[in-house]
T-cell receptor, first 112, second 109 residues
Framework: EAQVTQNPRYLITVTGKKLTVTCSQN?????MSWYRQDPGLGLRQIYY???????DKGDVPEGYKVSRKEKRNFPLILESPSPNQTSLYFC???????????FGSGTRLTVV | EDKVVQSPLSLVVHEGDTVTLNCSYE??????LLWYKQEKKAPTFLFML????IEKKSGRLSSILDKKELSSILNITATQTGDSAIYLC?????????FGTGTRLQVFP
């Protein structure tokens, strides 16, 4: 089944403790992206990647890192999480940057 | 700055009603406009509209792109309780999709 797999689904962590949210897609898509979704603010792009070893900042990249060493994987790294990074995170992939995205199931992150 | 604005923010209707959701945009290098439905978690794809395909229909849902007015509408006829969701509009340029904040639709029996 074609899908984007995110893990974990839920995560509660403490301020400053490094964490990684994994994202993997099995559709051979070139384009991958991370979004966060907050009430009243909608989906905001954190980082995106047009292809392997190519990543770019989105609209809200501060406090996040990404890497794209393989086509299928695009992990999101929070080196020192803070409470304002509490949010619902989505990974998405697509054949093209402006084509229909396939979204992962989401990761609900709480930083206390 | 690129932006996508959806209206209304929220809509409450009875089953059987017809609803129209609006999306307007100011985005450089426009390539596509997409509609998504978000129920509990991940958004699911509904339609993609481009310069070469400005009208789409699937069952009770239909959408039109007006490139002159920089806007789109999503129509849902004969609404059902299963249509209750947040409907997201997104506009694609050369780099990414820019999302609106969504319209929350609630359909009551």
């Amino acid at each position: 089944e074609a899908q984007v797999t995110q893990n974990p689904r839920y995560l509660i962590t403490v301020t400053g403790k490094k964490l990684t949210v994994t994202c993997s897609q099995n559709m051979n898509h070139e384009y991958m992206s991370w979004y966060r979704q907050d009430p009243g603010l909608g989906l905001r792009q954190i980082y995106y990647s047009m292809n392997v070893e190519v990543t770019d900042k989105g609209d809200v990249p501060e406090g996040y890192k990404v890497s794209r060493k393989e086509k299928r994987n695009f992990p999101l790294i929070l080196e020192s999480p803070s409470p304002n990074q509490t949010s619902l995170y989505f990974c998405a992939s697509s054949p093209h940057s402006n084509y229909g995205y396939t979204f992962g199931s989401g990761t609900r992150l709480t930083v206390v | 700055e690129d932006k996508v604005v959806q209206s209304p923010l929220s809509l409450v209707v009875h089953e059987g009603d017809t609803v129209t959701l609006n999306c307007s945009y100011e985005v450089t290098n426009f390539r596509s406009l997409l509609w998504y439905k978000q129920e509990k978690k991940a958004p699911t794809f509904l339609f993609m509209l481009t310069s070469s395909g400005i009208e789409k229909k699937s069952g009770r849902l239909s959408s039109i792109l007006d490139k002159k007015e920089l806007s789109s509408i999503l129509n849902i006829t004969a609404t059902q309780t299963g249509d209750s969701a947040i409907y997201l509009c997104a506009v694609g340029n050369t780099d990414k999709l820019i999302f609106g904040t969504g319209t929350r639709l609630q359909v009551f029996p």
